[in-house]
């Protein structure tokens, strides 16, 4: 079982701080978490977060979802990009029900400037197992690390797709408008979803990057 009931997820390499839960109603407030493993069996502590949160109920009116539209989950993921695909794939390995909502790499392919190429190498890749990698990506294709650094955009995101298909994972085309929390409900966090859903989860990891 997952030691905290909600973490949020942000790249940066080589913390060693042990993670705090956040036990509160979101709101415009920065939490920060840092993350080593304590336990090999929990899915989240090999990540460092911090993440500035966004007040719930924006001034978009989210409607409550009936019954037959609720979704109910041990830990729910929020965010697609490279971070939420590979905790989603650690949380598939160790067996923890889950469900990722977001759009698969949405940032990376909205925002990242055509013909970018990344700082990190190809030992920055996404699988905390080590198994599906960039250089095993790379060597499915006939090539070498060093035919492909430094990583081009379109090779990175090529790489995301190859490794969301190798892990299988399956992701909710569905951004969250509103994230509660009630102590008192056995999945005490509830996310209204734009797409009309609602989902209920027993812990939540924020991994929507930067």
């Not at 920065?30 to 966004?54: G, K, P, R």
């Not at 990583?151 to 995301?160: K, Q």
């Amino acid at each position: 079982m997952l030691s905290v009931s909600i973490l949020v997820v942000k790249a940066r390499r080589g913390c060693r701080r042990v993670c705090q839960p956040v036990h509160h109603h979101i709101r415009e407030d920065v939490v920060e978490a840092y993350c080593v493993s304590e336990d090999a069996n929990q899915a989240v502590t090999w990540l460092f977060c911090s993440f500035s949160l966004v007040r719930s109920g924006t001034s978009v009116e989210v409607k409550e979802c009936s019954d037959h539209a609720e979704r109910k989950t041990d830990l729910l993921i929020v965010g697609a990009g490279p971070f939420g695909l590979a905790m989603a794939a650690y949380a598939k390995h160790l067996g923890i029900e889950h469900l990722i909502v977001g759009k698969s790499m949405g940032f990376w392919k909205a925002n990242m400037p055509k013909g970018m190429y990344l700082r990190s190498a190809c030992d920055w890749h996404l699988d905390p197992l080590n198994v599906d990698t960039i250089e095993k990506f790379v060597g499915t294709r006939g090539l070498s690390t060093k035919d492909v650094e430094p990583l081009s955009l379109e090779f990175y995101l090529s790489y995301a797709q190859w490794f969301q298909e190798q892990k299988q994972v399956s992701v909710l085309p569905a951004l969250v408008w509103k994230l509660d929390w009630n102590e008192s409900e056995a999945f005490p966090f509830r996310a209204v979803m734009d797409n009309g859903e609602n989902v209920v989860a027993k812990f939540v990891v924020v991994a929507v990057g930067f």
